[in-house]
């Protein structure tokens, strides 16, 4: 099994370049609310497909930006760190990564969701173990988009 944030070279050779050699941070750690393999819980969503494929074209456009600014608002409240889309059109049409506890949780927020609430999207919930880093994620994003999802 290979996991996302396991590739610390702290414990490096004495002829490993400066700049491969990484310290453990211990503040950084307890900041993103890091384990000793600098990993933590999430639950992730698959956003499928829902029932509902009645909506017309004006329906599913405002259904999409009401979706988009409620992804917008999960993040800023930093539950949410990661969403996109796949590509194509297949019946799974993207992820979300929440940092929460529980799938409980994540009901919660999905249920926030317009097009979930709509029966045009409808998710899977599972617990994930992943980088804790990727809080910093949103915070990151938002230094290198010149425009909004919702613009």
């Known amino acids: 099994m290979i996991l996302a944030g396991c590739n610390n070279t702290a414990n490096a050779p004495e002829d490993t370049p400066r700049s491969q050699k990484i310290e453990y941070d211990s503040v950084a750690a307890a900041k993103y609310g890091a384990d000793d393999y600098g990993m933590k819980k999430y ?11 009645s909506a017309s074209p004006e329906e599913a456009a405002e259904l999409q930006k009401a979706h988009l600014k409620n992804i917008n608002r999960m993040a800023e409240e930093g539950k949410l760190v990661l969403a996109g889309p796949f590509f ?64």
């Open 88 to 151: 194509g059109d297949g019946e799974i049409r993207g992820i979300y990564v929440f940092d929460v506890q529980s799938i409980e949780e994540a009901e919660e927020l999905t249920g926030t969701d317009p097009a979930i609430k709509a029966g045009v999207l409808e998710m899977d919930l599972l617990e994930w173990y992943g980088s804790a880093a990727l809080t910093a994620l949103n915070d990151i994003q938002k230094t290198i988009q010149k425009k909004g999802i919702t613009e």
């Open 43 to 53: 639950v992730m969503a698959f956003l499928k497909s829902g029932p509902n494929k």
